[in-house]
């Protein structure tokens, strides 16, 4: 069992940078590769970005590619998301996800955070 919780969200104006930590209980942490998801009002979740158990592999949506970076501490149990150039667009509730097997889609990832709430205004 791992229970994820996501912090750092929060309003910001078009052109900032937000960074979210996702926590990790538990001491199998680094044994899940992890992923970062968002959801907008009136859409389906949606993925942005994921990363390896052992942090060497990641890869983005294509709506964030450059400006998002994901990365981990496996000694903390955190994952991070490091937001950048951010706009409008990328008003979301922020997920974090945990997955025994990389590659097997949203439906792959066995727990989740309750999320946090980002929100861009132009």
């Known amino acids: 069992q791992v229970q994820l919780v996501e912090s750092g969200g929060g309003l910001v104006q078009a052109g900032d940078s937000l960074r979210l930590s996702c926590a990790a209980s538990?001491?199998?942490?680094?044994?899940?590769?992890m992923g970062w998801f968002r959801q907008a009002p009136g859409k389906e979740r949606e993925f942005v970005a994921d990363?390896?158990?052992?942090?060497?592999?990641?890869y983005y949506a294509d709506s964030v590619k450059g400006r998002f970076t994901i990365s981990r501490d496996n000694a903390k149990n955190t994952v991070y998301l490091q937001m950048n150039s951010l706009k409008p667009e990328d008003t979301a509730v922020y997920y974090c996800?945990?997955?025994?097997?990389?590659?097997?889609?949203?439906?792959?990832?066995?727990?989740w955070g309750q999320g946090t709430q980002v929100t861009v205004s132009s």
């Open positions: 990363i390896s158990r052992s942090g060497g592999s990641t």
């Open positions: 996800a945990a997955t025994a097997t990389l590659g097997s889609g949203i439906r792959g990832y066995d727990y």
């Open positions: 538990g001491r199998t942490f680094s044994r899940y590769a």
